[in-house]
């Protein structure tokens, strides 16, 4: 009895992680870089984006600064972005490789290495 019940909430925990993230798998997410990933890795990132979040009913804007790490396969490359949220929490954004191709320097180097600022 306590197997299957660990069982069935395993199965419970992987699909509310499918639920609240899109798979990564999907090409969506995977595309070129608009800089050399030596460029783009571990360098921070000042964003300004809009996503849909499974938590809310309508895309919610997202902003801050925080740092990218750059993943590649066969496919492309995949940019992901850890920003603190509060003390001790961050934010973990996966950004769309529409989203990546618009990523340029930033005029301010003091605020960040690069910016994204996407059309709502």
Same mark, same amino acid.
């Given at each position: 009895?306590?197997?299957?019940?660990?069982?069935?909430?395993?199965?419970?925990?992987?699909?509310?992680?499918?639920?609240?993230? #899109?798979?990564?798998?999907?090409?969506? &997410?995977?595309?070129?870089?608009?800089?050399?990933?030596?460029? *783009?890795?571990?360098?921070?990132?000042? &964003?300004?984006?809009?996503?849909? &979040?499974?938590?809310?009913?309508?895309?919610?804007?997202?902003?801050?600064?925080?740092?990218?790490?750059?993943?590649?396969?066969?496919?492309?490359?995949?940019?992901?972005?850890?920003?603190?949220?509060?003390?001790?929490?961050?934010?973990?954004?996966? *950004?769309?490789?529409?989203?990546?191709?618009?990523?340029?320097?930033?005029?301010?180097?003091?605020?960040?290495? &690069?910016?994204?600022?996407? #059309?709502?």
């Amino acid at each position: 009895m306590q197997t299957e019940n660990a069982i069935q909430q395993a199965e419970a925990i992987v699909a509310s992680e499918q639920w609240e993230r #899109p798979a990564l798998a999907s090409g969506l &997410f995977w595309g070129s870089l608009p800089y050399p990933k030596s460029e *783009l890795n571990e360098k921070t990132l000042e &964003f300004r984006v809009t996503i849909k &979040f499974p938590e809310y009913d309508e895309p919610v804007i997202c902003s801050g600064v925080g740092t990218m790490y750059v993943r590649e396969r066969p496919g492309g490359f995949h940019i992901r972005v850890l920003a603190p949220y509060s003390q001790d929490r961050e934010k973990v954004i996966d *950004l769309t490789a529409k989203h990546a191709s618009l990523i340029t320097r930033h005029e301010d180097a003091s605020r960040a290495v &690069f910016s994204l600022v996407a #059309p709502e």
